[in-house]
């Protein structure tokens, strides 16, 4: 069973500061999303990471993938109260014979608070 | 902008008696997928469906559970008896495709199941 480890779980945070989540397994992801949730809603995606050392920027969210496709983090810089929320990582394993499905493994998420 | 649709919002059921979850896809997409929040703990992978048939399931998914494509458009989830551990939030999402690196999954708002 591949495990996903996200942290921290908890971030309170005052407006203007910036803040990382970090999402880690032992396995190697095939690809790695990161979504947002509100409350009482589905999973919203923001990004999708595909290849090792990738980065990729989405206004003040800036998205890296681990060189060996073990690890992910989400930074966001300035963080405004509209950026509170619950924050997700999701990856695709592959199987012992190299076949990656469609299955999604999740975090247990990070809840952000961003205090005016 | 396509989304995924799912009804009802909120279904309360007996325990025993047999509920559908209903879906509509995105409609170009060719991968669906269930998956389910218990309160406070982490989304989980329930099934994927691709081509008529279920590719991928998990240990939760058990005889009690099936899913089905009835029509071009809809994509259905049904508990034949459900268990008040079942309460839960049912998820829905599809992707384009399922390859390797590539499995952008849009979810839908979610059914909260109530199981008294």
């Known amino acids: 069973t591949q495990l996903l480890e996200q942290s921290p779980q908890f971030l309170s945070i005052q407006e203007g500061e910036n803040l990382t989540v970090y999402c880690n397994s032992s396995?190697?992801?095939?690809?790695l999303q990161w979504y947002r949730q509100e409350p009482g809603e589905g999973p919203v995606l923001l990004v999708t990471?595909?290849?090792?050392?990738e980065v990729k920027k989405l206004k003040r969210l800036t998205f890296q993938f681990g060189d060996a496709r073990k690890d992910s983090s989400l930074h966001i810089t300035a963080a405004q109260p509209g950026d509170t929320g619950l924050y997700l990582c999701?990856?695709?394993?592959?199987?012992?014979?190299?076949?990656?499905?469609?299955?999604?493994?999740f975090g247990q998420g990070t809840i952000l608070t961003v205090h005016p | 902008e396509p989304e995924v649709t799912q009804t009802p919002s909120h279904q309360v059921t007996q325990m025993g008696q047999e509920v559908i979850l209903r879906c509509v896809p995105i409609?170009?997409?060719?991968?669906f997928y269930w998956y389910r929040q218990i309160l406070g703990q982490k989304v989980e992978f329930l099934v994927s469906?691709?081509?008529?048939?279920?590719?991928?399931k998990s240990e939760i998914f058990d005889d009690q559970f099936s899913v089905e494509r009835p029509d071009g458009s809809n994509f259905t989830l049904k508990i034949r008896s459900t268990k008040l551990e079942d309460s839960a939030m049912y998820f829905c999402?599809?992707?384009?495709?399922?390859?390797?690196?590539?499995?952008?999954?849009?979810f839908g708002p979610g059914t909260r199941l109530t199981v008294l």
């Open positions: 396995s190697v992801f095939s690809s």
């Open positions: 999701a990856g695709r394993f592959k199987n012992a014979g190299g076949t990656s499905y469609g299955k999604l493994t």
């Open positions: 990471v595909v290849t090792g050392g």
């Open positions: 409609s170009n997409h060719l991968y």
């Open positions: 999402a599809s992707s384009v495709r399922a390859i390797i690196g590539h499995n952008e999954q849009f």
């Open positions: 469906f691709y081509n008529n048939e279920i590719s991928e």
